[in-house]
Nanobody, 124 residues
Framework: QVQESGGGSVQAGDSLRLSCAGSGRSWSSYAMAWFRQTPVKEREFIAAITWNGDRTFYGDSVKGRVTISRGDARNSVVLEMSSLKPDDTAVYYC???????????????????WGQGTQVTVSS
């Protein structure tokens, strides 16, 4: 399973670091990603990183404000977010999977394992 941590309530303009740790098996051969969802929107792609960390992908709505990276053992992933806006308020989900090609990385169907989600609330 994968488990998120690090969510919370912050002010607009603040930074926040989300972590995702995999357990129960080796996740080093899996791509890992972050998505977010609100009650009125579909699950939105935020960022993804390849199994070996050599490439990253970012959603248009957060590009330039977030950075994804893998831990040394490749069983964890971190999402660094900055210049947060109220529109970034959502439940953030970590996911692991094996996308077939670059086009698959932003799609929810490429990921087989999902965390429970962590709430991020940004106040103006």
């Amino acid at each position: 399973q994968v488990q998120e941590s690090g969510g919370g309530s912050v002010q607009a303009g603040d930074s926040l670091r989300l972590s995702c740790a995999g357990s129960g098996r080796s996740w080093s051969s899996y791509a890992m990603a972050w998505f977010r969802q609100t009650p009125v929107k579909e699950r939105e792609f935020i960022a993804a990183i390849t199994w070996n960390g050599d490439r990253t992908f970012y959603g248009d709505s957060v590009k330039g404000r977030v950075t994804i990276s893998r831990g040394d053992a490749r069983n964890s992933v971190v999402l660094e977010m900055s210049s947060l806006k109220p529109d970034d308020t959502a439940v953030y989900y970590c996911a692991a999977g094996r996308p077939w090609n670059d086009d698959d990385y932003p799609t929810t169907s490429a990921y087989d394992y999902w965390g429970q989600g962590t709430q991020v609330t940004v106040s103006s």
